[in-house]
């Protein structure tokens, strides 16, 4: 096999130009980083040590989750929001065009999306198997021998479904009900904390394969704070939210930028000048 080899010093601006888009998005996934671990620590400290604005003035009192501010509410899960399985599907209708459909390999060990494990499908679906940017996901099913999938939440990026995606049977979608008493991003904050991961290996049943059933789910309970701290947490976690997923859709554009740029600087379409 032979391999294109330009001199040296071409080689080298070559290079220079690779690494200055390898290091941004090396950059950008630091602040990711730094931006998720701010949301963690931001959502255990007001709502699991209960350090939150204005705690000193609200008494801690006994519940099934342990002592709690008085006045806040434990419910199930489904009381607030619908479980709803994804789409069993056959492999035919995977296609090399279609609906994209959300995995288990979009599921990031850990919590978070993997943008590049959706698969095309072009088969039929129904209604409560659609799932749009912004939805809350997790993994119901696992193949991992110690379970570190199953219970992991992710919400769907923008770029993962321009328009619409569905969910294989694998994944599960969490929708609040009208009038829930709590927003998006607190919902988000409890599913994806290690009490809900730590609930579905609890729940989970299967010799090699793991499952978390829907009614399981339903049962997790929830705790509902005082409306006005719900939504002060949640203008808080959307905005680093929102901040997490532009950096997110800069990677993506850094690295087709980049893969793009690689054999045209190569094959010299694009001409660089050497440098030291």
Do not use: C, M, N
């Given at each position: 096999f032979k391999v294109l080899q330009p001199p040296l010093p071409i080689q080298r601006s070559i290079a220079s130009i690779l690494s200055a888009y390898d290091d941004l998005i090396e950059n950008n996934r630091k602040r990711i980083a730094i931006l998720e671990d701010m949301a963690r620590r931001l959502y255990r400290e007001w709502?699991?040590?209960?350090?939150?604005?204005?705690?000193?003035?609200?008494?801690?009192?006994?519940?099934?989750?342990?002592?709690?501010?008085?006045?806040?509410?434990?419910?199930?899960?489904?009381?607030?929001?619908?479980?709803s399985k994804g789409l069993s599907y056959k492999g035919e209708h995977l296609t090399d065009s279609g609906i994209p459909m959300i995995n288990l390999k979009c599921i990031a060990e850990g919590g978070g999306f993997r943008r590049d494990g959706t698969k095309p499908y072009s088969g039929e679906f129904r209604p409560h198997h659609r799932v749009a940017a912004g939805d809350l996901i997790f993994a119901n099913t696992d193949l991992t021998p110690t379970g570190r999938i199953i219970g992991t939440c992710a919400k769907v990026p923008r770029t993962a479904v321009p328009d619409f995606g569905i969910i294989s049977h694998h994944i599960s979608a969490v929708r609040l009900k009208q009038n829930a008493p709590m927003p998006y991003a607190l919902l988000h904050a409890q599913l994806a904390d290690q009490r809900f991961r730590d609930h579905a290996r609890g729940c989970a049943s299967g010799a090699?394969?793991?499952?978390?059933?829907?009614?399981?789910?339903?049962?997790?309970?929830?705790?509902?704070?005082?409306?006005?701290?719900a939504e002060q947490f949640s203008r808080i976690s959307s905005e680093q939210s929102d901040l997490g997923e532009n950096l997110n859709d800069q990677i993506d554009v850094l690295r087709r930028t980049r893969d793009l740029l690689l054999p045209r600087l190569m094959s010299g379409a694009l001409r660089v000048d050497a440098h030291d």
């Open positions: 709502f699991v040590h209960f350090r939150y604005p204005g705690h000193d003035a609200v008494p801690l009192v006994d519940s099934p989750l342990g002592r709690i501010p008085q006045g806040w509410e434990i419910r199930p899960l489904g009381e607030v929001g619908d479980v090699t394969v793991l499952g978390f059933r829907t009614e399981d789910a339903e049962k997790y309970p929830v705790l509902l704070p005082p409306s006005e701290l």
